[in-house]
């Protein structure tokens, strides 16, 4: 009987961990396309919890509705239950299994944000898409990167490539971008979820922020903290592209005539101003780029 009980509940754990590496995989589509470095690393840790998550949760549940459906007291046992005291061993593995599954998550979880280095100087390389990256030292890597400052305020964004301003990211693809976050107003939050990065921009601090993005197209970005009424509007396309088109959009750009960017919530605080007195504040003037999407 003990031999069967075993062989029952090991065949139920081989389930449940099926189910939960089933469910594992499937949370990659939950979350859009990758379209940076950091979101394989990223991503892969969201996998790991999710599987995780899984087995601990068809392990509770299950466990529970076993005890629900077939350790129930009889109709009429009104009678008290075995008095039991504890059980050392038992307290110990449910305070052993846990403690190392924390450890387990804060020690992958940390290897992971090691590992992008999204934040200060780039102290080693990782992941760049290029068999050649795989063999650069970090001042070759230092170099190699795109550099582009970016501009936040209540509600546009502004993206400077030395000479050439934008209303629209434009990014090398597999190639390591640096960016220098400014806020001239309240906190923004710079976020693209497709790369799976979110970083603050704070008045008075110039934040450097790091990624590198591997697949070509055009994605969101989003200010995702509430920045005032119109921060909904403060959106914008993030365009990847291989270097060649890179570079010709550069060229292209520079040699256009700046003009006054279409601003969403600029216009939106014109039309309302006239026939409406609720109180906000005055969207900052559209920049004046080169490009604007």
Known sequence: MKLRTILTLGGIAIAIALASLWMGQAAYTWLPPQASAESVL????????????????????GTLSYSVLFQQAEKYDVGDGPNIEGNIKLEIIWTAIPLALVIWIAAYSYQVYDQMSILGPMEHVHMMASAEAANMTDADAIADTENIDVFSRQWAWEFRYGDVTSTELHLP??????????????????????????????????????FTPIREGKYRLRDSQYSGTYFAAMQTDVVVQSPEDYQQWLADASSAVPTVAYNRAASEYAKRANDSNWATVVPAAPPVVNYSN
């Open 42 to 61: 990223v991503d892969r840790l969201f996998s790991f919890l999710v599987t995780l998550g899984t087995f601990i949760f068809l392990g509770v549940v």
């Open 173 to 210: 693809n597999n190639k390591r971008v640096k960016l220098a976050l400014h806020s001239a107003d309240v906190i923004h939050g710079f976020y693209i979820p497709a790369f799976r990065l979110k970083q603050d921009a704070i008045p008075g601090r110039v934040i450097d922020f790091e």
